[in-house]
């Protein structure tokens, strides 16, 4: 059997923006702040686990210099620092597969580190989550 991976059939909405304009690359990356198990083991060699119940993450999306998303996402980071109004939520689907994610409640960590060159260049996008939720599946 043959599967087929498709990028541009990948879904990102952030705040209700449908997010397009990716960079050549990595486009996406999800990431848990923390595992979600500690192991501690007895000086006998007997181990315990310990479940962590944070479910906080790190979600990054790098879009070229001239997305029209750079301003979705810009305008999100401005209305937090300005009026607390920059949570939104966000919801990720690879249409070519079954990984998703979301997250209720997210914001923009940081307007993205810019560079100007005589090239197109990138910008990456780092938001923040309390509760990121997500499915790792295959085709």
Known sequence: MVYTY???IFS???GGKIISGFADGTFIKLERNQQAFQLKMGTDGEGTRAKSNDASGKITITLMQSSPSNDDLSSFAI?????NEGVVPVFIKDGSGRTAASA???WVQKLPDSEFSNEAQSRAWILETDGLDYFVGGN
């Open 79 to 83: 209305a937090d620092q300005l009026a």
């Open 12 to 14: 990102i909405i952030v």
């Open 6 to 8: 498709d990028p541009k």
């Open 104 to 106: 209720a409640t997210a």
